[in-house]
């Protein structure tokens, strides 16, 4: 039965395994740089429904559930059992040891330094010297950083609601030995994709149970104990895997807490030799996006501009004071995760997290609509809900100045301004403060143990952009990180880069000598079209993506599969952007130019048992290529 070990068998080493750490001094003083600009206040079937549903699997043998918006998602009484929901109340498997869950919304789921060598690709490329207000790339290393609180007022840099800790000392680190052997890693985290969702029995066995407010307090517990939230609501935690949490606001920085008594406390180094990684996506909290959050979008699809990103639904919602401006994008922050779906991660047998951040979380230019800042304040609250109950963060830059795929996860869909057109050199500048700036952060020892993997730009195209060009800021970037957080083990957070589609292969041997890189890749099977039962496609991860895994751990090291989806096709709501079409059918160019029908994959309601089954060994294919 296909599942997920915690002892993988060794790898060769990888030629970059033999490389010594290099040590830099760093000093804490109460002056955090600004990015460009200045900065102040910063303030998860079986595949996926948009719309609220009820999925689960209760007494069958290794069974997997998928929802996008589900109100439960659950399977009791399963061994192994893996649960994938994109946008669920509740993931959760009791009873089940060992327990993979995956879900995508458990809401309810330089300035000094020398000048860079980067190189722009395509006509019209702009110095950044012609743009105001935009910083030169530096190594960073002797910038002056501050150490903050996850309490009231934190932010990233300089200004008024700035709380820096007292008595901290500045940190001289020496250099590391040569790096342990790679060992295959087990990390999967839930596709962000939303189509359609296996929909079973129900049985929850994760209870979140509202309270009036206790008149005591605790600031540790396990299975049964009572949580008092900063709202001032309470709930029973429910762990069955041996989960502590620990909240002691006079101990705000203390690591103690465990996700299941399998994972080490946050106060012990992750060591990807041995843990498996078992991760949920946030997607669609920080970084709305259509296909994800389909709600924010609905009252909107008629505006004009047309609305069909963050950037045009910022601007339609501004202008749109009856419900409250921009408003109600803090509110959806406010609402869509929140503390309770951290205890729930916890409890459904996960270990990580992955936090889609935007760059307009750290500062953007004034001609930008976004929101500024205020998502900053709910990665905070990411941080310390994560550290409360024993989670690790992937953070992950989702958004870049311009755009680095032209999609509307990236904040503008269209055309691609990083690194290539008129100003792609002036947002890869701006890009390489915002990532300085974010690093200083999360190195600090207060976050390091909660934030052990920064991936610093999801999906580039590398097409339109150029390899050279992209490869050469990720060198930029990696030299840059390294001077600030130092090399060796625990000396700043692994830096993850996404293949930029081009598979893993072309990634052997990338940038030789460097220090804790990670290969992230995204598999979808969406954008082609295959009109063969399902059961024909039941094999196609392992015949597409396995063999390529297995080989990346040995050409390049620590490679992990950050999103992938169950869908076989593109009949979901806005799958490929807001009013666009669906290949599937026929109003999308670049099908097979039939027009098929989408209702027997939306129609999730009505699926047999055969489907539902289908659906499941798809899953487990999947599990096994990427595991």
């Known amino acids: 039965m296909p599942g997920f070990v915690n002892k993988p068998d060794p ?22 740089p600004a ?55 509740t993931a959760a498997v009791a009873g089940v040891q060992p327990s993979t869950v995956f879900t995508n919304h458990a809401s309810t789921t330089a300035r000094d330094g020398p000048s860079s060598n980067l190189s722009a690709a395509g006509p019209s490329q702009s110095a950044a010297s012609n743009s105001p207000d935009l910083q030169v790339f530096t190594s960073a290393a002797s910038t002056p950083r501050v150490r903050h609180s996850d309490s ?95 909240d002691d606001p006079t101990d705000p920085f203390n690591n103690n807490a465990q996700a299941q008594s399998s994972s080490p406390p946050l106060s012990q180094e992750w060591d ?71 205890a729930q991660i916890a409890a459904a047998g996960l270990n990580w997290v992955r936090l889609p951040l935007p760059y307009w979380a750290v500062d953007k230019y004034p001609v930008e609509p976004f929101l500024q800042k205020v998502c900053w304040q709910y990665a905070l609250k990411a941080f310390k809900w994560a550290r409360k109950y024993g989670l690790r963060v992937y953070l992950e830059l989702h958004t870049i100045p311009g755009s680095q795929n032209g999609g509307d996860h990236s904040g503008k869909r269209g055309q691609v301004n990083f690194l290539y057109g008129p100003m792609g050199l002036a947002n890869a500048q701006r890009t390489l403060d915002y990532i300085r700036i974010i690093t200083e952060f ?8 909660v934030v052990p993997m920064f991936g610093i730009m999801n999906e580039p195209l590398a097409t339109t952009i150029g390899m050279d060009q992209l490869n050469s800021f990720y060198l930029e970037v990696h030299d840059m990180i390294r001077a600030i957080t130092g090399t060796g083990k625990g000396k700043g957070p692994f830096i993850a880069i996404h293949d930029s589609f081009l598979g893993l292969a072309p990634w052997k041997d990338f940038l030789p000598g460097h220090d804790r890189l990670a290969l992230d890749t995204h598999k979808y099977l969406l954008g082609t079209i295959d009109r063969t039962p399902l059961t024909n496609q039941i094999d196609k991860p392992c015949q597409l993506w396995a063999a390529e895994m297995n080989t990346s751990w040995t050409n390049f090291g620590v490679t992990m599969a950050g999103e992938f989806s169950l869908a076989v096709n593109d009949c979901g709501l806005w799958v490929n952007g807001l009013r666009v079409g669906s290949r599937w059918n026929g109003t999308l160019a670049g099908g097979d130019g039939v027009q098929g029908d989408c209702t027997e994959w939306t129609d999730w309601e009505n699926w047999g048992q055969v489907t539902k089954d289908n659906f499941k060994a798809f899953a487990f294919r999947n599990f096994d290529a990427f595991g």
Request: a neutral charge.
């Open 152 to 246: 009231k007022g934190t932010s990233l840099a300089g200004g008024p609601d700035i709380s820096p800790l007292t008595g901290l000392v500045s940190q001289s680190h020496k250099s590391a030995g040569p790096k342990k052997k790679r060992r295959k890693l087990y990390f999967i985290l839930g596709g962000i994709i939303a189509l359609v969702v296996v929909a079973t029995a129900v049985a929850v066995p994760v209870a979140i149970t509202k309270r009036k407010k206790s008149s005591s307090t605790s600031f540790a517990g396990g299975d049964g104990s009572t949580i008092t939230t900063e709202k001032g609501t309470t709930f029973t935690y429910v762990n069955k895997f041996g989960g502590t949490w620990y």
């Open 35 to 89: 990015a460009a600009g200045g900065v102040a206040g910063v303030q998860p079937s079986t595949v996926f429904t948009n719309h609220a549903s009820t999925t689960a699997t209760a007494g069958v043998q290794s069974s997997t559930v998928f929802t996008n918006d589900a109100s439960t998602a659950a399977a009791a009484g399963v061994q192994p059992s893996n649960v994938f929901t994109n946008d669920a109340s």
């Open 272 to 342: 990807y030799q041995k843990h498996p990684m078992r991760g949920v996506n946030l997607g669609g909290w920080l970084v709305p996006a259509p296909l994800v959050v389909p709600s924010l979008f609905e009252p909107y699809v008629n505006a004009s501009p047309p609305v069909r990103d963050e950037w045009t639904l910022s601007i339609a919602m501004a202008a749109d004071t009856a419900r409250g401006g921009l408003s109600q994008l803090e509110q959806h922050y406010d609402t869509f995760i929140t503390e309770e779906d951290f």
């Open 11 to 32: 790898l060769p080493p990888h030629p970059n395994s033999d490389r010594q750490a290099a040590a830099t001094n760093r000093e804490a003083t109460e002056g955090y």
């Open 442 to 449: 999360i190195s600090q020892p207060e976050y390091a143990p």
